[in-house]
C-alpha cells in the first residue's frame, strides 16, 4: 500500500468514527459548558476539528479554496471564513449540528479527492508548519489524523461525563 492510500484509507476512517459519534449527540449536550470548565463545549470542538481540517489543507495547498467558501457553507454555518479557526469564535457559536455534519461530510469528500489525485510533487512539497518545514503529506499525516482522533476522544469524553455512551462501540 503506498503512504497515500494509507493516509486516505485512515482519514476515512476518522471521518467515520467522528460522525459515528457526533450523530446522537443532543443540543443541550453540544452547548454544555460548566463553570470552572477549561474544556470547550463538544459543539465548539466539533466545528472546530472539521474548519481545522479543511483550513490545513486549503492552507498549504496552492490554488484551493476551503469547503467553508464553497455552495454557501459559510452562511449555512454561520461561521466568517476570516475567524473561522478562532477560539473566541467558536466558544460562542451555537451550532446546527446536521448542517456542520454536512459540510463535515464535504470537508472529507474534499480531503479524499485531494490525497486520490495528489501528484508526488504536491505530497512532497515544503510546507511551513509548527514543526518547521518538512514535506505536505508528512504534516498531514501527523497533525491532520492526530488532530481528529484527539479531538474525537475529547468528544466521547465530554459525551460520556454528561451520560451519554461516548463512543459508538
Not at 510546507?127 to 484527539?150: C, E, L, R, W, Y
Request: aromatic content about 8%; hydrophobic content about 45%; glycine content about 8%.
Amino acid at each position: 500500500m503506498e503512504a497515500k492510500e494509507l493516509l486516505r484509507d485512515q482519514f476515512k476512517t476518522m471521518h467515520q468514527f467522528m460522525d459515528m459519534t457526533i450523530a446522537d449527540c443532543p443540543p443541550e449536550v453540544l452547548e454544555k459548558k460548566e463553570d470552572g470548565w477549561t474544556i470547550n463545549k463538544v459543539g465548539s470542538v466539533y466545528a472546530h476539528t472539521v474548519l481545522s481540517e479543511d483550513m490545513m489543507l486549503s492552507g498549504m495547498v496552492d490554488g484551493r479554496e476551503p469547503v467553508l467558501k464553497s455552495d454557501g457553507w459559510a452562511e449555512k454555518l454561520g461561521v466568517d471564513a476570516a475567524s473561522a479557526r478562532q477560539d473566541e469564535t467558536l466558544a460562542g457559536l451555537t451550532i446546527d449540528l446536521e448542517a456542520f455534519r454536512e459540510y463535515a461530510k464535504a470537508v472529507a469528500a474534499a480531503t479524499d479527492d485531494f490525497l486520490a489525485n495528489a501528484t508526488d510533487e504536491e505530497l512532497n512539497k515544503e510546507v511551513d508548519s509548527p514543526m518547521g518545514k518538512q514535506p505536505f503529506i508528512t504534516f498531514f499525516a501527523n497533525i491532520g489524523i492526530t488532530h481528529v482522533a484527539g479531538h474525537w476522544g475529547e468528544i466521547a469524553a465530554l459525551k460520556g461525563v454528561q451520560g451519554l455512551k461516548g463512543l459508538p462501540f
